[in-house]
């Protein structure tokens, strides 16, 4: 069976949704649908999406600039099986109305409040509890970033208490609108609303969240201290947790990876490798030298790049709600379609550093 | 007695630094020392300080534009009771020999190891320790945030574990060549540095810091999660203990006040309060809105103007140095010649919200 | 006689003007006008001006925190004879009846059309066309610039053609939403609205303007290339042309100014000096180095202050309009107040670099 | 014939250099050299490249972390007929007589001195010229942006004279040092030594360069004057020309690209498609909407992205050393295996607008 799939919104989620269903071997795209004419729109056609007007978009206008539309939002809803709604804040729960409608399941985006759909899914941390659902919303970028890290220390060590400050990117790469140019904004309400997002994946996970804005666009950075309930033995034990988990990327120091700078360009070199999308990040990213543990206390940054993060938890979200495979099934799958995880780099456990063999990762 | 001071370097802590001690009426001002000729040193001469010239630095090029210089530095050690040395980060222990051979006393800043000195220094956290030191240092920006907010918490609730999250501006205002232009670096050593040296002041502090560095110039800010030792009955409890220590400016939710961009707004605006340079904001700035409280459990945001909040506590130092006068008596004076603390703005507490009755801070 | 002048409007403009009023030996600041409570209206107070409600503001919402209010807008009016509207862009013209229907003489800022006052003004390029007006139109910060280097440039060696490139700052400091973060802007409409704008100063003038917009928050840059009609002897005759102009400020080399974040230090760095508000360079800001001639070609950068270059002029305007005194008179009269042209700082012509006399500005 | 290549330095356009080489259908990449272990040194190893050691870098540092090497430069070089040097500035002359010595050709990038090499090149400005030269140095960035638009303007119109101001970026999305974070730096001589620099492909260009540096990672932005000697009948003419050129690439409205930000995601956009690196814009830059014209005086911007823009042209200087073949057939092979100019997405002319019939690009 291949589940037909619609991707409403083709911004910086939903142009990312797209390309990752038309990689998937069992699920087809059937189209996009936009608003409004644009490069953007010129690459759904260039790659050979079928454009769909949404909204109160006007066809002529698409027509005017030689960008030729299959239809307008209903004809796509007619021929899917699930609505992937990527459109911008508070769009999606006006849209789900017209999904609910037409009969097909949907999947919102984290800009939505939790209650527009039956449940929050992050696939690391409860697959299990989303499958069969008909609406699911997948977590915002950073909710997913926690949640996937809870996924690794919950069933290892147990979390007593957790604190991240998040430092997030003050706009997406291209736009131009959004600042401050020169500024830290302090996100006043404690805890944030991550703390309690991530509650809506995890119930009773102890966490608290404190989050300030600063001026880039390349990712958000997680500063996490965990009071674990049992204390690892050392701090190789935890990073090799991380790094032996899908959607994990572990940079270790001799790569010279400072800062989220070079994160993102070797995000960007990866552009060759087969099935990754060049500049795109989808893992969550740890420094093997950032990862600190006292006792049961662990100190660890992750770099989360927002544009890209959730693209592989939209695909398996789709699994989990048509029951089309188990988690770690709908995970792997995902991730060899997207070529994540071919390329780690950095493969080599810190322990290891005087053997000169290095494990293929 | 008037204490006779001399100032080594004139970069950005050195000429507030001489400004400062311009203004106290127990001190004077003997003369600041500079390496080379610049906006900065035509500065001092427009002041009316005398100039020296530093280090290797060439009297012939001072004269060459035009800037009279008083002499050499060996000159002006001969004439002051105490020199503060506000030269580049390593340059100050280079110094120390200078200071020492000279007989003069020496403060040194935070960017020095601190067995540069007998004692580091933080005016509202140990001065009494500091009393009848020959060398100080004063800690840094982010040290002197810290150890100034520990000495409101300490006392009064006692702190049982403290997690602070600096994030950190990359370059001063002035400068042009540091970056990064768009990116996030975390300071992958955890604790960062700042959480021992909070401990030279402050033994045993129950503390752990981590830091990041992001692209503006403005001001720092720490995201701080304390554990305290007995729980505050409210939030406005918290705030109150700040906002009635001197240091410490606190902003009302009215103010609209959102992040680093609009505190050095305000602070810009005090330019014509007597005393107060404008562009500087010598106290933790707080969010009154920003602070929470759960049980023991307290969250605060702290905003830290690199440039400017030690400036106080050097003048506090050669009080401490010199035994001319207690802590408390110490601050006063500094702070009413420098105007900290007459244009506190939000003054009202939040508990009185309803009362159209305005406090004078 | 003292002119009552009113002020509505109290963000960056309308401070800075508030200020500079209230330091005229000839005006009276009457009051200022704002829409609701902030630490702006704050500062008013603190400053001892009266405040009145803007707008649909709520005298409730200032009572509710302190601050204390003197009436409504109207009120102001019923006591002025000059209102100086300094409120966003397009509000001014929507106040323009108010004034009229009070009778006051009103000054607007550059941000509206051209048309909403019988004439555009910049203090040195066409102070006496604009003598007895009832209503002005200070030119933005940018046409400011332009202009007052056109009043410099036109009467001594003509302009055959004029092309500026204006590299533009994204947000003023105190902005937090704003962008962009990285990236620069064009003004794809050549020539951008700046060369039409300053024609409306000095009809004819043979100017071309192209424009981008930077994520900076410090200043404009101009780079200026000129056409003279009649060719200077050297640099050192347009240098000193501009150095010896009200309201130019040129760095020497010596002074080591290598861009705008150090043309903000030295503006800082003023504070302290008479009249002058430490952080704003209301002079056009050259660079002697930067200035280069090849026969009639001219190249040159300037820097632009956008919160503050216009403030002078906005004085003077209301003098031409009330015909108090003559351009050089009334320029004198401000720039004395507010402290311009004391601290020049460079004052030595490049060609006497050899001479150690330092010419006092 | 296969022409066997090397690449010495594998930084932002060594790594750019080797992935060019290795997909021309006559070029062969022997392998890349590089002083030290990182992150990009395992990219190499992941994309197949031979990684020889070079200066003095150690072998073992790279055994160390698992990464292959097969020798060291001397190694490399004795395979080769050709020698990319992509080493930072000034090492690129040192490396000169390692190349002499073995007796292979040398290409150089612009970073260099002119003297460094036979002769400038750019591809399109003066393939012809630097046939059979025994070494070249590929001009910077901003010089092939220039000498390519050249390449437009002077066989078409002639160009009587030009003026650029170049908005240059601070630092590569990579790098996390250099500043500035806030502020503009003008490049104070005059011209800058751009122009000088395009005189060394065009001798006697009649072009004056100016420059400021601006806080932004992504592109360059060129404002552009050029009076022409014979005037384009209208706007669409000029574009229509760049537009009708290999390495350009005109925006047209519709497509809602404001900036740089849209352009680089435009670029990301492109990843999937065959040949083209992703985040990467090998090609000028233009906006339809930002090219005006008035008699002979044409108004243009254009973006460059300093990343890649000068990698073709690398490859066409092997061709024009080797004598593989004329100017154009070595640049649409180049472009063809490179994806160049594929994925036009604005190729229907501004005239054309009204009719709704997309010309396939």
Redesign the interface.
């Known amino acids: 069976m291949t589940v037909r799939v619609g991707v409403n919104g083709f911004g910086t989620i939903g142009?990312r949704v797209a390309?990752a269903v038309a990689r998937q071997p069992d699920l087809k795209l059937v189209g996009i649908a936009k608003t409004r004419?644009?490069?953007?729109a010129?690459?759904a056609v260039?790659?050979g999406y079928s454009l769909y007007v949404a909204g109160e978009g006007s066809a002529e206008?698409f027509?005017?600039?030689?960008?030729p539309v299959a239809g307008r939002l209903p004809d796509l809803l007619a021929q899917v099986d699930v609505m992937i709604d990527a459109t911008p804040e508070e769009v999606g729960r006006a849209n789900r109305p017209l999904y609910e409608a037409a009969g097909v399941r949907a999947i919102f985006q984290g800009g939505e409040e939790a209650d527009v759909a039956e449940g929050s899914f992050s696939a690391l941390a409860n697959y299990e509890a989303c499958r069969g659902k008909r609406t699911l919303r997948v977590v915002s970028c950073n909710t997913t970033g926690i949640t996937r890290a809870a996924a690794v220390l919950l069933p290892r060590w147990g979390v007593e208490h957790w604190?991240v400050?998040l430092?997030r990117r003050?706009?997406d790469?291209?736009?131009?609108?959004?600042?401050?140019?020169?500024?830290?904004?302090?996100t006043?309400?404690?805890?944030s609303h991550h703390g309690p997002d991530a509650q809506t994946v995890l119930p009773g996970l102890p966490i608290?969240t404190?989050a300030?804005?600063?001026?880039?666009?390349?990712?958000h950075?997680h500063?996490n201290?965990v009071r674990l309930r049992r204390a690892p033995a050392e701090a190789a034990e935890v990073v090799e947790a991380f790094r032996g988990t899908p959607r994990f990327h572990v940079?270790?120091p001799?790569?010279?990876?400072?800062?989220?700078?070079?994160v993102?360009?070797?995000a960007?070199?990866?552009?060759?490798?087969d099935g990754i999308?060049?500049?795109d990040m989808m893992e969550n990213v740890l420094?093997e030298?950032?990862v600190?543990v006292h006792g049961p206390?662990v100190?660890f940054?992750q770099?989360i790049h927002q544009e890209s993060i959730v693209i592989p938890e939209n695909i398996d979200a789709i699994r989990a709600m048509l029951e089309l495979a188990d988690g770690p099934t709908s995970i792997a799958t995902t991730d060899r379609a997207l070529g994540i995880g071919r390329?780690r780099?950095?493969a080599?456990p810190r322990a290891a550093?005087?053997t000169?063999?290095?494990?293929k990762a």
Chains 1, 2, 3, 4 share one sequence.
């Open positions: 142009k390309d004419p644009s490069f953007e010129q690459r260039d790659h206008k027509a005017a600039v030689g960008l604190e400050t430092v003050a706009a790469p291209g736009e131009s609108k959004r600042g401050p140019v020169d500024g830290i904004v302090p006043l309400d404690v805890p608290a404190t300030v804005v600063v001026p880039t666009t390349l990712m950075v500063v201290h940079f270790a001799w790569e010279r990876v400072d800062g989220t700078p070079q993102m360009e070797f960007r070199d990866r552009w060759g490798r999308r060049g500049p420094w030298r950032g600190s206390d100190h940054f770099a390329a780099g950095a080599r550093a005087a000169p063999v290095r494990r």
